[in-house]
């Protein structure tokens, strides 16, 4: 059994800055890769970013510059830093891994959502 926790979602105001984070637990072998992917009302979701390694991340293009993902190994946990927020930046967030577990299947995992909203 794997499970992802989202945690860190809110309200704010053009401008601010949320911080969002992804802990992954239960039956792992090893965390291909890890990511965020947003979906707004009416929209599809749309992939935000995605980190394999250091020197391998993805970028929505119009959150280039303002996001930033990193992640802990140790934990098992990834982070999407959010700043200089825009009102188009409001949906639900939503954190994907691609989970190798002890029976060497290998899959892709969903947290349950964390709603941004950024309003004044």
């Known amino acids: 059994q794997v499970q992802l926790v989202e945690s860190g979602g809110g309200l704010v105001q053009p401008g601010g800055s949320l911080r969002l984070s992804c802990a992954a637990s239960?039956?792992?072998?090893?965390?291909?890769?890890m990511g965020w992917y947003r979906q707004a009302p009416g929209k599809e979701r749309e992939l935000v970013a995605r980190?394999?390694?250091?020197?391998?991340?993805y970028y929505l293009e119009s959150v280039k510059g303002r996001f930033t993902i990193s992640r802990d190994h140790a934990k098992n946990t990834v982070y999407l830093q959010m700043n200089n927020l825009k009102p188009e930046d409001t949906a639900v967030y939503y954190c994907?891994?691609?989970?190798?577990?002890?029976?060497?299947?290998?899959?892709?995992?969903w947290g349950q959502g964390t709603q941004v909203t950024v309003s004044s």
């Open positions: 994907n891994a691609d989970i190798t577990n002890f029976a060497n299947s290998r899959a892709p995992y």
């Open positions: 239960g039956t792992i072998s090893s965390i291909n890769r």
């Open positions: 980190i394999i390694s250091s020197s391998n991340i």
